[in-house]
């Protein structure tokens, strides 16, 4: 029987660099577009929906005050809009405006190709494997849906 004590180890460090190399794929297209990595994950997040904020800055892990300030900036930038939740005066939801909803599918296509690019060494069957590895782990951690997030590659 083999010894696999080193190989949790192992595959966390796996994990940990791909996290690096999408993450560095991911900030380098958000710069081609003249925006922050928070600030593309932002439009991805909501190409399929309006989102409120707290559901916002849940998902990209930050606090009210930083979703407010990066909401405001991308306002700013005519790439978003809140709308008024009906029935809640105090809840917003953020929408895509028209520039927003171009400038995200754009981003979206360009993140995508690129991370796909990251497989080009492997055989067609290897990437199904990958895919299906990875599926598990995201859905055995209990990452919502990517039709609940967008679907842009997003922290």
Same mark, same amino acid.
């Given at each position: 029987?083999?010894?696999?004590? !080193? !190989?949790?180890?192992?595959?966390?460090?796996?994990?940990?660099?791909?996290?690096?190399?999408?993450?560095?794929?991911?900030?380098?297209?958000?710069?081609?577009?003249?925006?922050?990595?928070?600030?593309?994950?932002?439009?991805?997040?909501?190409?399929?929906?309006?989102?409120?904020?707290?559901?916002?800055?849940?998902?990209?892990?930050?606090?009210?005050?930083?979703?407010?300030?990066?909401?405001?900036?991308?306002?700013?930038?005519?790439?978003?809009?809140?709308?008024?939740?009906?029935?809640?005066?105090?809840?917003?939801?953020?929408?895509?405006?028209?520039?927003?909803?171009?400038?995200?599918? !754009?981003?979206?296509?360009?993140?995508?190709?690129?991370?796909? !690019?990251?497989?080009?060494?492997?055989?067609?069957?290897?990437?199904?494997?990958?895919?299906?590895?990875?599926?598990?782990?995201?859905?055995?951690?209990?990452?919502?849906?990517?039709?609940?997030?967008?679907?842009?590659?997003?922290?």
């Amino acid at each position: 029987m083999e010894d696999h004590a !080193e !190989e949790p180890a192992g595959v966390g460090a796996a994990l940990v660099r791909t996290a690096f190399l999408v993450d560095a794929v991911y900030a380098d297209a958000a710069r081609e577009f003249d925006l922050t990595t928070a600030q593309s994950q932002l439009l991805c997040i909501v190409i399929p929906r309006p989102f409120g904020m707290f559901e916002l800055a849940k998902t990209l892990g930050l606090a009210k005050s930083s979703i407010t300030g990066l909401v405001d900036r991308c306002e700013k930038r005519d790439l978003v809009r809140r709308e008024a939740v009906p029935g809640d005066g105090r809840a917003s939801l953020v929408a895509l405006t028209p520039k927003g909803a171009q400038l995200a599918e !754009e981003l979206h296509e360009v993140i995508l190709r690129r991370t796909a !690019e990251l497989t080009a060494g492997l055989t067609g069957p290897e990437r199904d494997t990958l895919f299906g590895l990875l599926a598990r782990v995201v859905t055995g951690n209990s990452v919502p849906p990517a039709e609940d997030l967008g679907e842009c590659p997003s922290a």
